[in-house]
């Protein structure tokens, strides 16, 4: 007897349940990148290697949970959200998980740390970037109250304001980035060339998973604009 898997037992509910669980796998991948860097930082390789693996399992479900999705999600919804709408944030969320794991195989193979300041600095960005990820989870756990009522009401105005503190959190956050290769472009004369130019990458990586999870806010704030 042929079986369901946990996410399509959930569309009998709601396709949003799946959505949800889909978001809190995407956000465990995100919560691993402080002790990641922190790792790195101290230069401690098997801690590196151990957190670098379990992002990679968790990027792996997460995909695994996406491809069941889109394979299952009913064509019709009868809902007054659009199959091609849910779709298009889920794959927003999996593309946060997706620039976690690129972040974790660039830091596997990464060169010391250049300076202390910038060590301390990865730390904090790191931090802020799991914070705008937590932000977007919690917009997605709304999204069932937000169908519920049309769009509309306090709950909307809830959401709404939510959205307006991802995108304040992600500004932050690539802010924070900015400012911290400004200092990686004035490290000492010493330091590597193709050092500078690697962290710079890692850098550039790390501001794509607060653009990413973003994205799916905005997509939200389409809806409601509708």
């Keep these: 007897m042929e079986t369901m898997s946990p996410l399509q037992s959930l569309f009998g509910k709601s396709p949003f349940k799946a959505l949800q669980q889909h978001m809190r796998k ?8 402080p002790a990641l ?3 790195v930082v101290a230069g401690d390789k098997a801690q590196v290697q151990s957190a670098a693996a379990r992002i990679q399992e968790l990027e792996k479900e997460a995909e695994n949970m996406e491809n069941d999705l889109f394979l299952h999600l009913p064509k019709s919804l009868f809902m007054s959200v659009d199959r091609r ?7 927003f969320n999996d593309e946060v998980a997706d620039e976690c794991l690129r972040v974790a195989n660039r830091l596997l193979v990464a060169p010391q740390v250049p300076s202390v300041r910038i060590g301390e600095g990865l730390k904090g960005a790191a931090q802020q970037c799991v914070s705008v990820v937590q932000h977007a989870k919690r917009i997605m756990e709304e999204m069932d109250e937000l169908v519920e009522t049309g769009f509309s009401g306090r709950e909307a105005k809830l959401v709404m304001g939510l959205i307006e503190e991802l995108a304040a959190a992600k500004k932050s956050a ?11 472009f004035e490290s000492d004369p010493s330091t590597s060339p193709l050092a500078v130019v690697y962290w710079s990458q890692v850098m550039d990586e790390m501001a794509k998973i607060p653009a990413a999870a973003d994205k799916a806010g905005s997509r939200v704030r389409l809806l409601l604009a509708r």
């Design 174 to 184: 690539e802010s924070a980035l900015q400012q911290l290769l400004g200092v990686l």
């Design 26 to 33: 995407v956000n465990e991948c995100a919560e691993l990148l």
């Design 37 to 39: 860097v922190d790792a």
């Design 85 to 91: 709408d849910l779709l298009v944030i889920l794959d």
